[in-house]
């Protein structure tokens, strides 16, 4: 007869185990390997999933424990495996979907978003991080329809509740509704709730009472923050109370690398340690992720990142590599000369003031030489987009302060601009997307942090010109997403424009720093990457311009 | 490949993007590069009792690389590289914005900026 150390049980409502009798020192081994189980608990019991059978199973082997259990042991840890060959078998390039059901006649999705749907039930639970434009939004909709138990709640951005219920009526025979105001009233019935991450908190009651078997949330990156917010902390019952979690972005990462920790609790909690242990074992408890590259292999091979890009096989777009260009611009020195003073004081302010007002004072002069740095460019940027538009038919204008764009309005009056700014009411903004796109406006402002998810532009415009600069690079990247996505058939130009002067130096050092994060966790070991730069058409443009011939 | 030239190859180096996060890596990264277009260079060589320039091109151009570091004493840095007769032209590569004259002691300067790189 083998020894044993302790007593394992099988309870009921809801199913438990519960470890009894342990020798001292195998429950101090026991608690070692099980984290959940707090080091002082006299009791110990752990939930019945086969996760947890399969440890135990495992354990086992180790310090046997009296029991009457080892089919139902067994058979978690055959579930388990099954499970993760399946999971490879979906990850295979020669996998078959099965025709989609739960789409309307005449629309499928794309094999590849069969996959993302596949793999989100399978895990249960997937960061979906496609590249911009390779429809994320059907692949979440078909992970409804195959199977992720409703009702769902679906997350997104203010100005895309719309957007959301309008794609799932195109393809889905899905009931949508979409949640108003942040009062809970009585829910009509539907398939999938479409929430705001503004509103959410409103509902934590609802949420609290597990209605809601799956969440997806778009552009997951709005909870890098992790639990620190009021939306946080929703999310995070949401999530905790769902069988099927799902983040869609494809920017997870805005700025350094530990905002993946924040983001991966919402969808998949535990598989990157607690925090103590994620910032001790991968970021050296600092902000910046030590091995970005070794952080987004694992996530991979974990089976709960998937991302493909337009380069994938899966994939392959017809879309032509993105043009970027960048120019450095002249600057007007009375903009600056004004603001001069004002400076000063601050600076001095930032070095011998107290420590509070100091503080202050240090954020404030960031915000001002931000602005300062847009307006001081404003004259050249306009002059620049001015001059873009005799060749080409509209340009996005992208930037951030009002007082910039009311520069650039002056400037480009004769082109009819239109704004998408924070300001713009949802319906104030579809208007202008409808000028931009079928009336008369050949410029659109858009502000840099307006425009995750627009779709509809990719058909009339291909040139984006960034006139000012954002902290983030993925931000620069949502809004080339705009253009660069499904329905372009020309190739999409990036123009940015800076200065040597004010912020823009300091800000592009930055960006390096912040896109080598993001890069090596998404996209791991890569070395070089050589980007397409071509700025012919420009020097053409000049050229005419200054009546010179080329090559002059 | 005689028609390398310290503009030719600055032109090709601002249009990649390159890991800035360590120095090593920043390093191996040009290395696969300038090995990818068959471009001549040596790694690792001795300018001075106390320094060592990263990469040397077609024997008279040379990249220094820079994550973050001080400016000034990058600046000291290059200062030192320029002496003498031996470099055609002085290519930095580097995380870290700063101002630098067109040349030193008659040697062309150039800036690669990481960070205008990575847009």
């Not at chain 1, 030590?290 to 974990?302: E, I, M, S, V, W």
């Not at chain 1, 709960?304 to 970027?324: G, H, K």
């Not at chain 1, 450095?328 to 003031?353: H, I, P, R, S």
């Not at chain 2, 090709?12 to 090593?24: I, Q, S």
Request: hydrophobic share 40%; aromatic share 8%.
């Amino acid at each position: 007869m083998t020894i044993t150390y302790g007593n394992l049980n099988l309870g009921e409502n809801p199913p438990h185990w519960r470890i009894t009798d342990l020798q001292p020192h195998v429950a101090i081994a026991f608690k070692r390997l099980f984290t959940k189980v707090p080091k002082t608990a006299q009791k110990i019991v752990l939930t019945d999933t086969d996760e947890n059978r399969a440890d135990l199973h495992w354990f086992m082997q180790r310090y046997p424990l009296k029991h009457t259990h080892e089919a139902d042991l067994t058979a978690g840890v055959e579930r388990i495996t099954t499970k993760a060959a399946e999971r490879e078998r979906i990850l295979m390039p020669d996998w078959k979907p099965a025709t989609a059901s739960g789409f309307v006649e005449g629309r499928q999705p794309y094999g590849y978003q069969q996959q993302a749907a596949a793999l989100t039930i399978q895990n249960p639970n997937l960061l979906l991080g496609d590249d911009l434009g390779l429809g994320k939004t059907i692949s979440a909709l078909c992970a409804l329809t195959s199977g992720a138990p409703l009702p769902a709640a679906i997350v997104v951005q203010p100005h895309l509740a719309g957007q959301w219920a309008d794609r799932a009526e195109e393809f889905t025979n899905l009931r949508t509704h979409i949640i108003k105001g942040t009062k809970p009233y009585d829910l009509p019935m539907a398939d999938a709730y479409v929430f705001k991450y503004s509103n959410i908190v409103g509902w934590t009651d609802v949420i609290n009472t597990g209605l809601f078997r799956t969440v997806i949330y778009d552009e997951v990156q709005e909870l890098r923050t992790g639990r620190g917010t009021a939306k946080g902390v929703t999310a995070d019952l949401l999530s905790s109370t769902a069988d099927v979690s799902m983040g869609l972005t494809a920017t997870p990462i805005y700025n350094y690398g530990d905002e993946i920790f924040n983001v991966m609790q919402f969808i998949e909690p535990g598989l990157l340690g607690d925090r103590d242990e994620f910032m001790r074992e991968w970021c050296d408890w600092g902000k910046t992720v030590k091995n970005p590259d070794a952080l987004g292999t694992y996530l991979r091979d974990k089976g709960y990142f998937l991302r493909r890009t337009e380069f994938d096989e899966t994939v392959s777009a017809q879309m032509p590599p993105l043009n970027t260009v960048d120019w450095e611009v002249g600057w007007n020195e009375g903009a600056a000369q004004d603001a001069e003073d004002l400076f000063k004081t601050l600076a001095m302010t930032v070095l011998e003031g107290s420590f509070v007002k100091a503080g202050q004072a240090a954020r404030e002069l960031d915000m001002k030489m931000r602005l300062l740095t847009g307006v001081a460019k404003a004259d050249s940027v306009a002059a620049y987009v001015d001059l873009l538009l005799r060749d080409s038919p509209r340009v996005l204008l992208a930037g951030w302060h009002r007082d910039v764009y009311d520069i650039w309005n002056r400037a480009l009056q004769h082109h009819n601009p239109v704004m998408y700014t924070g300001t713009e009411s949802p319906a104030g903004k579809r208007r202008n997307v409808e000028r931009f796109t079928k009336g008369d406006a050949r410029v659109m402002m858009i502000s840099l942090r307006s425009g995750a998810g627009l779709d509809g532009l990719q058909e009339h415009c291909s040139d984006v010109v960034f006139g000012e600069l954002d902290w983030s690079p993925q931000v620069h990247k949502q809004v080339i997403g705009r253009l660069r996505r499904p329905g372009q058939t020309r190739q999409v130009t990036a123009h940015y424009l800076h200065t040597a002067g004010g912020s823009d130096p300091v800000i592009m050092d930055m960006l390096g720093v912040k896109a080598d994060q993001s890069r090596g966790i998404i996209d791991p070991m890569q070395g070089f990457y050589a980007k397409q730069m071509d700025d012919s058409r420009m020097r053409k443009l000049a050229m005419a311009v200054l009546g010179r011939e080329a090559g002059e | 490949m005689s028609d390398i030239t310290p503009q030719s190859l600055t032109h090709k180096l601002r249009g990649l993007r390159m890991p800035v996060t360590t120095e090593l890596a920043l390093q191996d990264a040009l290395e696969e590069w300038l090995n990818s277009t068959g471009t001549p260079f040596e790694r690792e060589v001795r300018m001075g009792p106390k320094d060592r320039i990263d990469f040397m091109v077609a024997d008279t151009i040379g990249i220094e690389v820079k994550t973050r570091y001080p400016r000034r004493q990058i600046y000291r840095q290059l200062e030192r590289y320029c002496e003498g007769d031996r470099l055609t032209g002085l290519i930095l590569v580097t995380g870290t914005y700063l101002g630098l004259p067109d040349q030193i002691h008659g040697v062309p300067l150039f800036l690669v900026s990481l960070g205008r790189g990575a847009l």
